[in-house]
């Protein structure tokens, strides 16, 4: 999910609001020290613009590499092209993400193996995969071809796990897709005249069904995973029940009831989203109190909205990590 600059420095990346406490969360002798993130625009901090993970001294990165770039894709651009989808210059998908990886590693871990290096890490491999599929959705191609892309983005997350694991990961978060259906984005581009196209939190259904049928099959690549390494711990990092979770309880989290699907940072619409005319680009207001809002820019959430998130994701994660002494 590409986005603006603006919003990419809001957005202080699910990932480390999820795991800041570690530290703090454990009295395991053996913490998490360092993390390894992958994906998109969800977690992009900065790296669509320096094109790379930053600074190349091995000493700037004790604490992990985050390398997910924005508008990055599960599948190489070759796929795309081959159906006649146009993909950004800029796409950096998980196989270069992993070269990536690949020549951190052998920058860092001198005199010890990758696994001795990496014992004390988390891997987070994703959110990634939502581009894949907004490249079709937004160039217009049908709900059927979309859904055979599935098996495919699903395959190259599950191949990227299995990188990870053979270089050495003990602990790895295969996250799932959103409910995009419930996105201004998405309600905006795709509207539906029929009432009953929409759940009763006013989401698209035919979109959130499309979401859980990637997480469906993600889930049970990821119980292949579990077989094929029953010595590490792979969780499945449910985004999905974790924004609904925000939706559900937003009156009671201090969210605004009547603005709980349309962006903080737009304009126009029922959604206050306009694609041509996103956050950033001039005359485009920016709400007053951003803490109101689940959605930030129509495609990302809130900063708030993603700490309620990851308050959801946890519970769930941190009792399943493991630390090797």
């Known amino acids: 999910m590409s986005t603006t600059t603006k919003a990419l420095s809001l957005l202080l990346v699910l990932v480390l609001l999820l795991f800041v406490s570690l530290a703090h969360a454990t009295t395991d002798p053996c913490p998490i020290n360092s993390i390894y993130q992958f994906g998109d625009s969800i977690a992009d901090t900065g790296n669509l613009i320096r094109n790379g993970p930053g600074n190349t001294n091995p ?23 081959a159906r006649n989808l146009h993909v950004p210059a800029t796409n950096t ?27 004390q890490s988390l891997f987070m491999v994703g959110e990634i ?59 905006t581009s795709f509207p539906v005249k029929d009432p009953k196209a929409y759940d009763d939190k006013g989401c698209l259904k035919h979109l959130n069904e499309f979401a859980m049928d ?44 009547s603005v709980a699907l349309k962006s903080c940072c737009g304009i126009g619409g029922a959604y206050n989203y306009d694609g041509k005319r996103q956050c950033g680009a001039a005359g485009v207001p920016v709400c007053q109190n951003p803490d109101k809002f689940i959605s930030w820019d129509g495609v990302h959430l809130t900063q708030k909205a993603y700490r309620f998130m990851s308050k959801f994701l946890n519970n769930i994660i941190l009792s399943q990590i493991k630390c090797l002494s």
């Open 214 to 257: 990637h997480n469906n099959q993600l889930q049970e690549a990821i119980a292949s995973l579990k077989k094929e390494f029953p010595d590490v711990v792979i969780v499945y990092g449910d985004y999905y029940k974790a924004f609904q979770s925000v939706l559900r309880s937003s009156k009671s989290a201090g969210f605004d009831k």
């Open 93 to 119: 998908p998980l196989s270069t993400q992993l070269a990536w990886f690949k020549s951190h590693l052998r920058s860092t871990c001198h005199g010890s193996s990758s696994s001795d290096c990496l014992k």
């Open 59 to 81: 000493s700037s990165f004790k604490n992990g590499v985050n390398f997910a770039v924005a508008g990055s894709t599960a599948l190489n651009s070759s796929f795309f092209a």
């Open 129 to 187: 995969g939502g581009n894949d599929y907004n490249y079709g959705f937004f160039q217009g191609k049908s709900m059927e071809e979309i859904r055979s892309y599935i098996p495919h983005v699903v395959g190259a997350i599950a191949a990227a796990a299995r990188d990870v694991i053979r270089a050495g990961a003990v602990n790895v978060v295969i996250p799932g897709n959103f409910p995009v259906g419930c996105f201004p984005i998405y309600l």
